[in-house]
């Protein structure tokens, strides 16, 4: 029997837990037959100590032991996941989930709330009228069997040791630990099913880790541990130094994604979701290599498969599927305001964070887990980095109801700098992380 002041004295002094520790740490946590103070104590043990490569590999195999794995065999072929480390204007599920289920993949996807600056793909699913993300395990495997396409929340007896750890570290200031972030991503996918995995991993002002070579460390950590659990697994390392799509905010999201599909929109958007997406097709094997798959998409994308695809989605999730032909019919807001340019001059950075949270502020995300949200608000976004605007000229407009203008005008002003000469836009894909090594761009 093991004790949890010895595991926290081990790792306090820098030492490795094994297996066995790990097993018993998680348990603990699943069960709740360990104090959350001794829990707490532990991670933040983790986060100033670290963890070696092995045993971050031994807490995700510990934290998926501790529920159910998920049996997918019975949705008519190998189901591949698709998983973003979390951003602002991130609405690549949406896009890419319905044009790779048009190519014939099965896409089967358990996915989170927002939290923070981050957005949550269940709230954007949530913000369609009628829409329910809480399906059962039969139901959710019966709907990739016959749509090819499913996005649900993540059922309680998955990686129920991660649950109670993130709710812990999101408190005690031990998110932004990469033994941790790792585990904890890996475990849900892994215990999720999914024959492979394609994961997007941000970088920049939006994202967990900030700087590039940290994004790198953390891809190639969580494909090592996909490697390790006999799930193929590769990274795409995106950047977030200014919001991925124009629209943030749940309905608003939910919208350019629909504008996309319908071809009326284009952008970063689109363009990070056609990358994963040519990833997904060849992990998938509907595509031998990624020229074919990317023709595959773009096919899917102008024949109007893939809006296609998310109406069925939609309506197979008992949500309103006219709302592909008619995005009027998602929540409105009250008012439209917009935030102008105090001075004439070029986009030359943005804290992306800044904005998630001026949208958080409107009521479209969460300080905490209990918080209500409020499905029509958020802001659109009229510049990018590299843009010229003139004095007064509209750097976004904020679609806001009861609460939090003045706040998110604040924030969005304090987040956009304008400089007197143009700046390089940021690259947008910065890396390819396979078992087999980093490819940079």
């Known amino acids: 029997m093991f004790n949890m002041v010895d595991l926290i004295e081990k790792k306090k002094r820098g030492q490795a837990l094994s297996r066995q520790e790990l097993d018993f740490f998680a348990l603990g946590a699943a ?15 983790i986060w100033f100590r670290g963890m070696t490569a092995e045993e971050t590999r031994d807490l995700t195999l510990a934290m998926v032991a501790s529920g159910e794995v998920a049996d997918l065999s019975a949705a008519g072929g190998l189901c591949v996941d698709k998983h973003s480390t979390g951003g602002v204007g991130d609405t690549t599920t949406l896009v890419v989930g319905p044009l790779c289920a048009a190519c014939g993949l099965k896409v089967a996807k358990m996915s989170g709330r927002g939290l923070g600056h981050t ?8 913000s369609i ?14 709907q990739v069997r016959e749509i090819g396409l499913a996005v649900i929340g993540q059922t309680g007896d998955l990686a129920p040791a991660d649950k109670a750890l993130y709710a812990l ?13 790792v585990s904890s991503i890996m475990s849900k996918k892994i215990a999720s099913g999914a024959g492979a ?15 590039l070579e940290s994004s790198i460390e953390l891809a190639k950590a969580m494909v090592d541990v996909g490697r390790l659990a006999g799930k193929p697994t590769l990274a795409l390392v995106t950047g977030m130094d200014q919001p991925l799509g124009t629209h943030v905010g749940n309905a608003l999201e939910v919208k350019e994604a629909i504008d996309i599909l319908a071809g009326r929109a284009k952008g970063r958007l689109l363009e990070v ?21 990317r023709a595959l998409l773009e096919e899917a994308l102008a024949s109007g498969a893939g809006l296609e695809k998310l109406r069925q989605m939609i309506a ?20 439209k305001i917009p935030v ?30 209990e918080d209500a949200i409020d499905p029509a608000v958020g802001l659109v976004m009229d510049v990018s980095i590299g843009d010229r605007v003139e004095k007064g000229g509209v750097l976004a407009t904020l679609y806001a109801n009861e609460k939090g203008v003045e706040e998110a005008e604040a924030l969005l002003r304090g987040a956009i700098a304008i400089a007197g000469e143009p700046g390089d836009a940021p690259r947008l894909i910065d890396a390819l992380v396979r078992p087999e090594g980093v490819e940079r761009f």
Not at 357 to 364: D, E, M, P, V
């Open 31 to 45: 069960r709740r037959t360990i104090p959350d103070y001794q829990l707490a104590a532990l991670l933040m043990a």
């Open 119 to 126: 957005g949550g793909t269940l709230d954007k699913i949530e």
């Open 129 to 142: 009228p009628g829409a329910r993300i809480d399906l059962s395990m039969e139901r959710f495997v019966a």
């Open 169 to 181: 570290r999101d408190v005690t200031g031990t998110v932004d630990c990469l033994p941790l972030v």
């Open 197 to 211: 995995i394609v994961l997007d991993v941000k970088t920049g002002s939006g994202a967990i880790m900030r700087d």
């Open 273 to 293: 979701s056609l990358r994963l997406g040519t990833l997904m097709l060849v992990a998938g094997g509907r595509a031998a290599e990624e020229r074919q798959a």
């Open 316 to 335: 197979a999730q008992g949500g309103d599927a006219c709302v592909c032909d008619d995005t009027r019919l998602l929540p409105q807001a009250a008012r």
């Open 340 to 369: 102008r340019a105090e001075r004439a001059g070029y986009v030359a950075a943005m804290n992306t964070a800044q904005i998630g949270l001026a949208s958080q502020r409107l009521g479209a995300g969460r300080l905490s887990k």
